[in-house]
Structures are given as structure tokens and as C-alpha cells.
């Protein structure tokens, strides 16, 4: 089975992504000699598939895209192309490493889907059923939708008004402490099972942020503060948090204090991408007919 490659690739275009932002996944843990890290701007495999691929996906299926409606709102006309296309450029983010499984979070998902649809029918319009993979998404754990800390309908976004929404990586001990504080929460006591977080949004998120960052079962942190106030709660999650957060803001800084080392990685992650990519994409081109 080919490996993840793809969970480390830029999903956006990389003039949308700061150079500074490549700190995040690496101050995070990710091995760069398992997994490359490199600007999807110098993999130009990506932006030619893309291109393949918008020749392959149908409008009725871009259509249905829930982030698209999201994004766009009531002015769906004033939206970019490449907002509405994006999707497509997803699809070949994923297949130009003919991966087989992606970790994603939730709301990923349909994009998976559209990704299967795309690889089907170009398998099938260019009679090669078994070229590209019908890649599987992996979702796994608490921690693949987490919610805003102000409103647990909604998803935690760096783009919300509200910086209480959310705990950047960049926060300090102090801030995310206050963050997880000034939490929104509701009257009650916490409940005594999962069933009890019916109807409680701000609860269940708390619970689910907890339960990944302690790596246990939900159910097993519910059971020890069932029936306490959100208070004694709120403390020994915001100390769990930033034991586990306070290290990756740490070596973000060190990172961002030696550039030359975020170019390393992104210099020999590009070239180790396009040492997969291109072959693919000639592969694409032949059996396309751009080449003989």
C-alpha cells in the first residue's frame, strides 16, 4: 500500500500559505524523512493534473460540495473559479501519489468521495480500470472535528471574529488556560455517560478535546468528573492542554529562528515529491493522448 504521502502535501496553494507555516506540521511531529513536506508550487504535477482532472469532473458533482455553499454564501456568482474547482485540485493533490488511504477530519470527507468519482471515471473513460486507486479516507479519533470554544455548532476556525474561539499553535500557557476557561459551557453539571452529552454541544467538544489529548476513550473521562461543575473540569483541561500544546509552540519558535532549516525540508521534500509525481503524470499524458 503506498504511504501517506499526501497527509504532508500544501492542500492550498502554496501563495496562500506563508513560509512561516511549514513550521506547524514539523514542530508537530511529522517525521520529514517518512513523510515530505514541500510547496505544492514546486510539484507542478499537481497544477497539471488539476487541469486533467477538470476535463474529467462533471459540474453536477461540484455543485454538491457543502464547503463550496459555505464559503460563498448567497453570492455564488461573485466566487472565484478556483474556489469552485478546488476540489478538483484535492483530487489531484491525492492521486498524482496514487495514494490509497487519507487522513482527513470530518468535513473532508465529501472531498474523498469526489476524489473516488474523479479517479473512477478517468480509470474508465481512458481504459485503465486500475491506473488510479479509489483512495479510502481515515478518520480516527475525538479529534477530527473539533468545535469553536464559543460555539459548539460551529467548527474552531482561525478565520472567526473571536480569538476565544479557538487555541492557536502559537499561544502561550497563559492563553490557552484563559481560552479554556472562558469556554462557553451550559448550567448543568457534567453528565455521568456519553448519553447525557445529548443536546450539549459545548460539553461534548470539551470532552472530545479532552479524550484526544489524553489519547483515552471518552467514556472513560466522562465516568472520572461525572457530576462536577464545569469548573474543577475546565482546570485539568487547560493544564492538559498546554502540556501538550506549550512543546509545539516551543519548537515553532526554534524553527522560526533558523529558516534555513524549514528550506532544507521543503527543498528536499520537493524534490523527493516530483521523483513520484512526474512519472504519474506522464503516465496521465499518454494515456490522454498528449503524448505518443
Known amino acids: 500500500m503506498p504511504s501517506l504521502r499526501t497527509s504532508a502535501t500544501a492542500i492550498q496553494p502554496s501563495w496562500r500559505r506563508p513560509r512561516a507555516k511549514w513550521r506547524r506540521p514539523i514542530a508537530a511531529g511529522v517525521d520529514v524523512k517518512k513523510t515530505p513536506i514541500f510547496s505544492q508550487a514546486r510539484v507542478p504535477a499537481h497544477a497539471e493534473l488539476a487541469w486533467v482532472f477538470n476535463?474529467?469532473?462533471?459540474?453536477?458533482?461540484?455543485?454538491?460540495?457543502?464547503?463550496?455553499?459555505?464559503?460563498?454564501?448567497?453570492?455564488?456568482?461573485?466566487?472565484?473559479?478556483?474556489?469552485?474547482?478546488?476540489?478538483?485540485?484535492?483530487?489531484?493533490?491525492?492521486l498524482v501519489y496514487k495514494a490509497t488511504h487519507v487522513p482527513v477530519g470530518e468535513d473532508q470527507k465529501q472531498h474523498l468521495e469526489l476524489t473516488r468519482d474523479v479517479a473512477q471515471k478517468f480509470n474508465n473513460d481512458f481504459a485503465a480500470p486500475d491506473f488510479?486507486?479509489?483512495?479510502?479516507?481515515?478518520?480516527?479519533?475525538?479529534?477530527?472535528?473539533?468545535?469553536?470554544?464559543?460555539?459548539?455548532?460551529?467548527?474552531?476556525?482561525?478565520?472567526?471574529e473571536s480569538d476565544y474561539s479557538r487555541i492557536n499553535l502559537t499561544d502561550d500557557a497563559d492563553a490557552i488556560a484563559q481560552k479554556i476557561r472562558k469556554a462557553k459551557t451550559d448550567p448543568a453539571p457534567l453528565p455521568d455517560s456519553e448519553k447525557g452529552l445529548e443536546g450539549r454541544p459545548e460539553a461534548e467538544n470539551l470532552f472530545n478535546i479532552y479524550a484526544a489529548l489524553?489519547?483515552?476513550?471518552?467514556?472513560?473521562?466522562?465516568?472520572?468528573?461525572?457530576?462536577?461543575?464545569?469548573?474543577?473540569?475546565?482546570?485539568?483541561?487547560?493544564?492538559?492542554?498546554?502540556?501538550?500544546?506549550?512543546?509545539?509552540?516551543a519548537e515553532m519558535r526554534r524553527l522560526l529562528a533558523d529558516p534555513g532549516e524549514i528550506e532544507r525540508v521543503l527543498a528536499d521534500g520537493a524534490a523527493r515529491a516530483n521523483a513520484i509525481a512526474e512519472p504519474v503524470l506522464a503516465d496521465v499524458k499518454r494515456l490522454v493522448g498528449f503524448l505518443g
Open 55 to 94: 476535463c474529467v469532473a462533471r459540474l453536477g458533482w461540484l455543485d454538491r460540495m457543502t464547503q463550496f455553499k459555505e464559503k460563498s454564501g448567497k453570492h455564488k456568482e461573485r466566487a472565484s473559479v478556483g474556489l469552485y474547482t478546488y476540489p478538483v485540485l484535492m483530487a489531484a493533490d491525492i
Open 132 to 160: 488510479f486507486p479509489l483512495p479510502e479516507p481515515v478518520i480516527t479519533g475525538l479529534g477530527t472535528r473539533v468545535m469553536s470554544l464559543r460555539d459548539g455548532a460551529k467548527k474552531m476556525s482561525k478565520s472567526d
Open 214 to 249: 489524553a489519547d483515552e476513550p471518552r467514556a472513560q473521562v466522562i465516568a472520572r468528573y461525572a457530576g462536577q461543575q464545569f469548573s474543577g473540569f475546565k482546570s485539568a483541561l487547560a493544564d492538559l492542554a498546554v502540556a501538550k500544546l506549550t512543546p509545539i509552540a
